[in-house]
């Protein structure tokens, strides 16, 4: 049976293709915002995409249960999903995230004409011990857009990039995994995250 994956409508995000990308990884993918269906699914996705803030906000009651579920069933936070797994942003004032991960979210400061948003190609450099990069080399290219980094702990960093300084492109805390570029618009790279999040670790 395919595994039962649902990702979560708060009314931010490119669920579409993120639901494209699940189902070519394998899995049987339901775009949903019932508590009912988040707490009783084989793996959760938080993606979304836009300000840390709004995302909380329209996320709303819902991350109760998303913290709750957190607890049992395994989570992907994408983009914006991974910063809203992090304990508080400074985007647009300092905002309360679901505090699945420890570490703060911040913006990039340019050192030398460097340009925000980061955007485009770039590498990860990987943790090859975690299960959500088996069969990846220690250095892949994925695609990223994002203005804001997360600063986490080296255990919660499973992999890092630079631009304008290292980050945190990759993190993990119990059964709760964050990425904050985009895997269903990096190749096979990113294909091949989605079939482990799937296969190895739901």
Known sequence: MKKKIVIIDYGLG??????????????APTITADPEAITSADGIVLPGVGAFRDGMEMLGGLADTVVAAANETPLLGICLGM?????????HGIHRGLGLVPGDVKRFVPAGGEKVPHMGWNTINIDPKTP?????HEEEYVYFVHSY???????????????????????????????????EKSGAVGLKILENFIERIC
Not at 14 to 24: I, Y
Not at 84 to 89: F, I, V, Y
């Open 14 to 27: 490119n669920l579409r293709s993120v639901l494209r990308g699940l189902e070519r990884a394998g899995a």
């Open 83 to 91: 910063q809203m797994l992090m304990d508080s942003s400074e985007e």
């Open 132 to 136: 959500l990069f088996d069969g990846l």
């Open 149 to 183: 980094y997360a600063a986490a702990a080296p255990p919660n960093t499973i992999a890092s990039t630079t631009y304008i300084r290292p980050f945190a492109s990759a993190v993990n805390a119990g059964l709760t995994y964050g990425v904050q570029f985009h895997p």
